[in-house]
């Protein structure tokens, strides 16, 4: 089965400092991942995903992927953290009846 | 990408009664989805709802629990029947949205609509 793994619970960061939110997946075939964030009382936003192509894959917000078939990882990076990044971010892999399944979420703080 | 609205976004309800979501989209969709996210979870599919047939349930949640409607391709409703404590969840409903050029398709969610059964 389609899964994949978000191994830290939260992750702490200074603001202005790179921001890393790490996901390993789980797939049989080729995967299509997903990175979705979660602000406070707010429902669930796509920041990017990857299909096929470039392993390098661009989204909102400033965000960034990095798909990575040797180490099966899919980490979410972000040069520079704002505090309004603070948020709870979900890795999701498409599995194969077509439906997301997610990673438990990471909860980021960004430290002023 | 597809702009989703939920109704109510939160609602304090009494054990026992039955509370129906709905969940609005700006453009035609084939597929829309069900969510649960309870407190300090992840999201748990709960079903998908296609329109002209009936839902298709995740295992562990039943029909008569969580009966979904689908009318038209831009609208549905799931109702949390004869609710307990235990249904206290943040209820998201999802969309798969297929872009127009590259025929990608993207699931884009509501903002979800908390529950908080007494």
Redesign the interface.
């Known amino acids: 089965a389609q899964s994949v793994a978000q191994p830290e619970d939260q992750v702490n960061v200074a603001e202005g400092n790179p921001l890393t939110v790490k996901c390993t997946y789980s797939v049989s075939g080729n995967p299509y991942l ?1 990175w ?1 964030v979660q602000y406070p ?6 920041l990017l ?1 990857y ?1 096929t192509g470039d392993n390098l894959v661009k989204g909102s917000y400033g965000f960034e992927a990095e798909f990575n078939k040797s180490q099966t990882s899919f980490h979410l990076k972000k040069p520079s953290a704002l505090v309004s990044d603070s948020a709870l971010y ?1 890795c999701a892999v498409r599995n194969g009846n ?3 399944a ?4 990471n909860q980021v703080v960004v430290i002023p | 990408s597809a702009v989703i609205s939920q109704k109510p976004s939160r609602d304090i309800c009494q054990r026992g009664t039955s509370l129906t979501i709905q969940c609005q989209v700006d453009s035609q969709v084939t597929m829309m989805f069900w969510y649960r996210q309870q407190p300090g979870q992840s999201l748990t599919l709960i079903a998908t709802a296609n329109q002209g047939s009936e839902a298709t349930y995740e295992s562990g949640f039943v029909i008569d629990k969580f009966p979904i409607s689908r009318p038209n391709l831009t609208f549905s409703t799931l109702t949390v029947s004869n609710m307990s404590p235990e249904d206290s969840s943040i209820y998201l409903c999802s969309v798969e949205h297929r872009a127009t050029i590259s025929y990608q398709e993207t699931q884009y969610f509501g903002p979800g609509t908390r529950l908080l059964v007494l």
């Open positions: 997903f979705y009382n707010r429902g669930l936003q796509f995903k299909i979900f077509n439906r997301l997610f990673g438990k979420g």
